[in-house]
Nanobody
Framework: QVQLVESGGGLVQAGGSLRLSCAAS????????MGWYRQAPGRQRELVAT???????NYAESVKGRFTISRDNAKKTVYLEMNSLKPEDTAVYYC?????????????????????WGQGTQVTVSS
């Protein structure tokens, strides 16, 4: 299995900054896309930003120019630098990773796609 562990959430005033980290562990052949999603109370989970293994990025319109996603492939870690935070950024932030992991089948190890989520980290922005 693939595990994702997030860190870096917390309470910050509007206009402040936070940096989230998410480290992947487990038997993996490759990690393709990694990303951050968020879910505010009473709302559906939404995409914040994604990054491919080659470094191509995609952002939600609401965070463009304020948030930066990056990754360290050697450390199997994805980051989200959040600046100019607003109260509407308050949510639980979830890390996601997709790729190919190793599945043990008796004496054979076979590739298997995975799509894993972290446990979530709370980000609260006060006005």
């Amino acid at each position: 299995q693939v595990q994702l562990v997030e860190s870096g959430g917390g309470l910050v005033q509007a206009g402040g900054s936070l940096r989230l980290s998410c480290a992947a562990s487990g038997s993996m052949f490759s990690i393709n896309d990694m990303g951050w999603y968020r879910q505010a109370p009473g709302r559906q989970r939404e995409l914040v930003a994604t990054i491919t293994s080659g470094g191509s990025t995609n952002y939600a319109e609401s965070v463009k120019g304020r948030f930066t996603i990056s990754r360290d492939n050697a450390k199997k870690t994805v980051y989200l630098e959040m600046n100019s935070l607003k109260p509407e950024d308050t949510a639980v932030y979830y890390c996601n990773a997709q790729g190919i992991r190793a599945q043990a089948l008796g004496a054979i190890t076979a590739p298997k796609k995975f799509n894993s989520w972290g446990q979530g980290t709370q980000v609260t922005v006060s006005s």
